[in-house]
Structures are given as C-alpha cells and as structure tokens.
Nanobody
Framework: VQLQASGGGLVQPGGSLRLSCAAS????????IGWFRRAPGKEREWVSC????????NYVDSVKGRFTISRDAVKNMAYLQMNSLKPEDTAVYYC??????????????????????WGKGTQVTVSS
C-alpha cells in the first residue's frame, strides 16, 4: 500500500492541525495504522495507532488527551487530530501501515519495525 501524509504546517502553541494519511493501491481495511514522528536531532518515535477494527487506539503519554486518531474506510484514509499543540510537538510526522489477517484484528502496533508501509512525512512546526 502506498501512503501519503499531509496536513502539516506552522501553527502557534495551543493551535490545532489535522493530519491525513491517504492510501492508494489497496484498501486500508486490512491494515493497522500508526503515526510516528521525528523531531530535530531525535530518534523517530511512535505517537499513536489504531487497529483495523477500531477497537484499539493507543497514544504515547505526551499526547494523550490532545491527539485523536481515526480512520475512514469509505475514503480509505486515516487521520490524526492534534489539539493544544506544544512546541515539543514539532516534528516530521509519518503514517505507516501494518498488514493484518482479519478485519476484526485489534492489533495496534507501536514498533516501527512492525510496519509494512510508510508514507512520506509532513512537517509540523509549533512556534509563536
């Protein structure tokens, strides 16, 4: 599956952005989706994941209560709604997909090495 993340930009602290992850080539129904980010000078870190069944959604502690992950099967897209953004959220954000066997899978991967497909990142800059 080919993925493309978009929706990044420059936003002031406290602002919001919604990142989108568009898939082409195959339906995302059989994929768990993960969002990762890489801040300047840091390792890439896992941010959030959602299972194919949407039963499982997880977040890194630093974004809990501020970020919301979702997916839309009709549009073949996934999203990351980011509210109350902080300067430390500044990073390149990537969406990634992990192939599963069952539509009812609750798999919600956190390890980048588990992901089968990656999209090009989108830059998010939080600054006043």
């Amino acid at each position: 599956v080919q993925l493309q993340a978009s929706g990044g930009g420059l936003v002031q602290p406290g602002g919001s952005l919604r990142l989108s992850c568009a898939a082409s080539g195959v339906t995302l129904d059989y994929y768990a989706i993960g969002w990762f980010r890489r801040a300047p000078g840091k390792e890439r870190e896992w941010v959030s994941c959602i299972s194919p069944s949407e039963v499982t959604m997880n977040y890194v502690d630093s974004v809990k209560g501020r970020f919301t992950i979702s997916r839309d099967a009709v549009k073949n897209m996934a999203y990351l709604q980011m509210n109350s953004l902080k300067p430390e959220d500044t990073a390149v954000y990537y969406c990634a997909a992990d192939r599963v066997i069952s539509l009812r899978s609750s798999r919600c991967p956190k390890n980048e090495h588990d992901m089968d497909s990656w999209g090009k990142g989108t830059q998010v800059t939080v600054s006043s």
